[in-house]
């Protein structure tokens, strides 16, 4: 898809989701768009109704909280040591 940006893009099942996020999902006539927080890697799942017809559009991408640096465990311990220097200075 050529020119098309991710979210104007539209996924089908069994794709790879290539981003994690709040995918709105749009199935064929027999419910109404909704939200779905979907993971990056797995794959997008058929629907139990519409099958392979449900599409997904990424809304809202959001990584997960362990891949941002600030929450790695090398982090945690990085914050430790500032706060023992903090309360030493009280």
């Known amino acids: 898809m050529q020119g098309v940006s991710r979210a ?5 099942p069994g794709e790879v989701v290539p981003e994690s996020g ?7 006539g ?3 768009r909704h939200s779905a927080t ?3 890697g797995g794959r997008f799942p058929r ?4 099958g392979t017809a449900v599409r997904f559009v990424l809304a809202r991408s959001a990584a997960l909280i362990s891949e941002d640096t600030d929450f790695k465990p090398s982090s945690a311990k990085a914050e430790e040591r500032h ?8």
């Open 47 to 50: 629907c139990a109704r519409c």
């Open 8 to 12: 104007e893009q539209h996924f089908q």
């Open 83 to 90: 706060d023992v220097k903090r309360a030493g200075k009280n």
């Open 38 to 40: 979907i993971f990056k």
């Open 30 to 32: 027999h419910r109404e």
């Open 22 to 28: 709040v995918y709105t999902v749009l199935h064929d």
